[in-house]
């Protein structure tokens, strides 16, 4: 049997550009290794801190974004996601800096959900960040412009703690905080039939959203999986 090189790291199909952050990072969180079933290759973008991501303009790190993209293909990924659903912004300029697919946001699930869910009901977001969620960022990842959104933003725990970039995180108080959120969007548009969890740090407490929801809830953790799944198919012994 002959192989064939070329690459520095094998078997880590997927490379996650990474926030530059200091919260903690539990299982489910996107930074967290164990969350993965498959191995998947990280890279910090120096600089790119949540505030400055999700509070201002993500545009003025794109060099650095770019340079830390093209560093995972050159390691040997197959694919490219961010750890931030506000990147959306950055989708059209990654797509055309690098020689692999783009997966930059939780977001992008919105049209393929909408296209499941029963006649009438439709996907509702829910985000870290409200009132920094625009237009342009759910039109960046082909999202309906009027879609629900919901946030986190009004808890005690979750968004102060994630955006403000602390070192410790009361994890039952963030649990609390998404699933409050979740009820309140919910219970303001009927219509939902699932939700969409922008925010990656969002998925340690997708199964208690979904359980206080009666919802299906899509994360990056869904995302990711599908898009890894594409990256390196599953290999089946022959009958």
Request: hydrophobic share 45%.
């Amino acid at each position: 049997m002959q192989v064939e090189g070329g690459k520095s790291i094998y078997g880590a199909s997927v490379g996650i550009l990474m926030l530059e952050a200091r919260f903690p990072r539990i299982p489910g969180d996107m930074g967290n290794a164990l969350t993965w079933p498959f191995p998947v290759h990280y890279r910090i973008v120096r600089g790119a801190t949540p505030d400055l991501i999700v509070r201002q303009d993500p545009k003025a790190m794109l060099a650095h974004f770019i340079d830390a993209a093209n560093a995972l293909v050159a390691d040997g990924v197959d694919g490219i996601t961010t750890n931030c659903g506000f990147l959306s912004l950055l989708q059209a300029e990654l797509q055309a800096a690098v020689p692999v697919p783009v997966a930059t946001s939780s977001l992008m699930q919105v049209p393929l959900v909408n296209a499941i869910l029963p006649t009438g009901k439709r996907a509702g977001i829910l985000t870290i960040s409200g009132s920094t969620l625009t237009p342009a960022h759910l039109a960046a990842a082909n999202v309906p412009g009027d879609t629900p959104i919901g946030t986190t933003e009004g808890g005690a725990e979750f968004t102060r703690a994630i955006l403000g970039n602390e070192a410790n995180l009361n994890v039952e108080q963030a649990r609390l905080d998404n699933v409050a959120a979740a009820q309140d969007l919910v219970a303001a548009h009927p219509e939902i039939g699932a939700l969409v969890l922008e925010c990656t740090n969002m998925v340690p407490y997708a199964a208690d959203i979904r359980k206080a929801t009666g919802l299906p809830v899509f994360s990056i953790e869904s995302f990711v999986t599908w898009f890894q799944s594409g990256l390196a198919p599953r290999r089946y012994p022959l009958p």
